[in-house]
């Protein structure tokens, strides 16, 4: 079969690998439909998240259609039409039953170098890495589903294959930002990065109460995109001072709750960006915090910071003491999906969920490589490229 | 103004000797009575998701209890939620069998005990061990990556 394939730093090119085959009794086979670019994808591709191997295969939010299941599977049939969490996970051990998906014991094979990395490993993850499993990923005409019944999920008629999409990642992620983040009635949220994921946890913290929701990032077009359809407030981060114009904002409290969803290569300006992107550069810090860094030092006192992009390892300069001083909570996560996943499925049947808008450009698996140029240099206003096999 | 100068470096040098002194005894009297930190000494273990009995009556576990030189011991966790599993070599049984080259050749015998203790956790939690597509490396760094893949499962804390 045809699959975009990693091959080296900044490297991609659709090449031809084996058909997945179901290799546990709980694996289903699902012929991809749709699948989307995600920006965490772009620290795999430049080299930033370690533990990827030449050939190693792209792509970790899809939906697709059921074609072969193992013995063991008992809920999905052939010919279903699901959308599969990003998140590899069994359902079963103690972190699944709690809702915490993905840490869960049980979906990653690979546990000694999540272990090395994390000091304990995670669940699994599609086209992540073999710190979190190297199953290969969804920008490929087939994938291999393991414990199918606890990861894909059956989407209702009605909803069109490229909104869908959308609820394999993007916006269970943005959920559980809002949810853990703990966004109650009439609170103020402030969210870093208008991509989907910030798109979706601006969203979701307006469905959990929240009164004013404040969306910034640099980029215009996106800016306008969550105005647009979300109906939020914005903020240009290079024509302000972010930290002044929340406190405001606010009557010089500061939000209750910033959610994060930038992660590990933030752009920024100032002095700040440089050093971070030396210190990157020189790979004597590994990831660069610049939204992180400002989530905490806005945040109310005794408010909420959540972590929603992705980070892999070492920062500098971190705020630690704002954090305990101004008695904050802090959190993070990779998407805890299974949780969410069918709840968001039927608010987007209802019509309550728009994702449509997130997928600014289509094109054929083939042209995957192009996809992820225009999609990591944000040429033409491309928030999401969404391949099709 | 020389007897000065001469007399403040007599006590700062004085000062530094006392100071490092004191350092040297601090470092002898803590390796007197630091606990044993011999990894060999310490116990593998998981917790898995299922009560006691059922643990104990599963075959891997018994398998597990009859390799020689390990001790193997099932306990009830914390809020009676889970079981823990734990497995320590006894006697000789890793002299000299367990440095970081045994590790690095995979010949360390606790390397199939943390993969041991982890199937039997998947297995009982729910009924298989995931495994992962075969990769076919080409570049050396692949080679490397799919040499640490297929050992990670016996590496990691356990």
Known sequence: MKALCWQGVNELGVERVPDPAVLNDQDAIVRVRASATCGSDLHLIGGYIPAMQAGDVLGHEFIGEVVETGPGVRRLGVGD???????????????????????????????????????????????YSHATGGFRGS???????????????????GIDDDAAVFASDAVPTGWMGAELGGVTGGDTVAVWGAGAVGQMAAWSAGQLGAERVIVIDRLRDRLDMAQRHLGVETIDYTATDVGAELRERTGGRGPDV???????????????????????LLRLETDRPQAAREAVMA????GSVFLLGVFVGLVDKFPLGAVMNKGLTVRGAQQHGQRYIPMLLERMAEGALQTRHLATHTMPLRRGAEAYELFKEKRDGCVRAVLHP | ?????????????????????RAVERRIAARGTRPASDPAERWLAVTVNAAP???????QVRRLQDVPGLKVRLTPAPGGRSTEIAARFTGDALAGRTG???????????????????????????????????????????????????????????
Not at chain 1, 260 to 274: D, I, K, L, N
Not at chain 2, 1 to 21: C, D, E, P, Q, S
């Open chain 2, 100 to 158: 970081p080259l045994s590790r690095i050749a995979g010949r360390d015998p606790r390397q199939p005990v943390r993969r041991a203790l982890r199937n039997t956790k998947s297995m009982l939690e729910t009924g298989e061990v995931l495994r992962t597509e075969p990769t076919r490396p080409r570049t050396p760094g692949g080679r490397f990556m799919a040499a640490l893949a297929r050992r990670s499962g016996g590496e990691g804390r356990l």
């Open chain 1, 258 to 280: 910033c959610i994060e969803a930038v992660g590990m290569e933030a752009h920024g300006t100032g002095p700040q960006h440089v050093y971070d992107k030396v210190k990157q």
């Open chain 1, 81 to 127: 039409r699901v959308v599969v969490c990003s998140v590899v996970a069994c359902g079963r051990c103690r972190y699944c039953e709690d809702g915490l998906w993905s840490l869960c014991d049980n979906g990653n094979p690979n546990s000694g170098m999540g272990a090395a990395l994390w000091g304990y490993e995670t669940g699994g993850l599609y086209g």
């Open chain 1, 299 to 302: 945040c109310r006192k005794g």
């Open chain 1, 139 to 157: 920008h490929a005409e087939y994938v291999r589903v393991p414990f199918a019944d606890y990861g894909a999920f059956p989407v209702p008629d």
């Open chain 2, 53 to 59: 009995e059922t643990v104990a009556a599963d075959p």
């Open chain 2, 1 to 21: 103004m020389h007897w000065l100068a001469k007399n403040v470096a007599l006590t700062v040098g004085v000062a530094i000797l006392r100071f490092m002194l």
